[in-house]
T-cell receptor
Framework: DTGVSQDPRHKITKRGQNVTFRCDPISEHNRLYWYRQTLGQGPEFLTYFQNEAQLEKSRLLSDRFSAERPKGSFSTLEIQRTEQGDSAMYLC?????????????FGSGTQLSVL | AQKVTQAQTEISVVEKEDVTLDCVYETRDTTYYLFWYKQPPSGELVFLIR????DEQNEISGRYSWNFQKSTSSFNFTITASQVVDSAVYFCALSENMRAGNNRKLIWGLGTSLAVNP
């Protein structure tokens, strides 16, 4: 296993379109996170899964955002009716439950540009 | 409120110089964790270190060292004899308790962009 994979690496879309990103975590990791990062900022927490259960969702996340992890393995993040303010790097991370659960392994991210 | 401050936005050094990246945090929690992550130009965040609030012992890993001072709420990171490959954005982060799942989420600083020039 080579780490956390995210697809696509880059996505350019027009305002109002829907987009979906995929994240494949490290196979034995049961925790999966989505973060968003804009230029010059640290990552901003979006949501978190433990196995297939979505346990927390940021208050900053509007109803246009939805994430799933149907079988407790890969996850998808969908943004409906994209807006220019959604342009950012979307990062996925995974970790193992336990003492080092905050040791996150990140993917390379999906860079979204909304025109 | 939980907060992480990295006052240095950008640092530029010449190769082989030592450089210290500052991190100051605020938290209500009595037990917490502090982290440093590296983000090279490729974009992937790389875990460097995790420190428990009860463990104030400084740590050294090769050219990297960390100075945790609970009295000043600081967790500074020093790179000795810097190399061009150290050029990256470095983030300090603080864990915060989540509402569910007995897990914590990370509160991140804005990062310090380090440029090591040959």
């Amino acid at each position: 296993d080579t780490g956390v994979s995210q697809d696509p690496r880059h996505k350019i879309t027009k305002r109002g379109q829907n987009v979906t990103f995929r994240c494949d975590p490290i196979s034995e990791h049961n925790r999966l996170y989505w973060y968003r990062q804009t230029l010059g900022q640290g990552p901003e927490f979006l949501t978190y899964f433990q196995n297939e259960a979505q346990l927390e969702k940021s208050r900053l996340l509007s109803d246009r955002f939805s994430a799933e992890r149907p079988k407790g393995s890969f996850s998808t993040l969908e943004i409906q009716r994209t807006e220019q303010g959604d342009s950012a790097m979307y990062l996925c991370a995974s970790s193992l439950m336990g003492a080092l659960s905050e040791k996150l392994f990140f993917g390379s991210g999906t860079q979204l540009s909304v025109l | 409120a939980q907060k992480v401050t990295q006052a240095q936005t950008e640092i530029s050094v010449v190769e082989k110089e030592d450089v210290t990246l500052d991190c100051v945090y605020e938290t209500r929690d009595t037990t917490y964790y502090l982290f440093w992550y590296k983000q090279p130009p490729s974009g992937e965040l790389v875990f460097l270190i995790r420190r428990n609030s009860f463990d104030e012992q400084n740590e050294i890993s090769g050219r990297y060292s960390w100075n945790f001072q609970k009295s000043t709420s600081s967790f500074n990171f020093t790179i000795t004899a810097s190399q061009v490959v150290d050029s990256a954005v470095y983030f300090c982060a603080l864990s915060e308790n989540m509402r569910a799942g007995n897990n914590r989420k990370l509160i991140w600083g804005l990062g310090t962009s380090l440029a090591v020039n040959p």
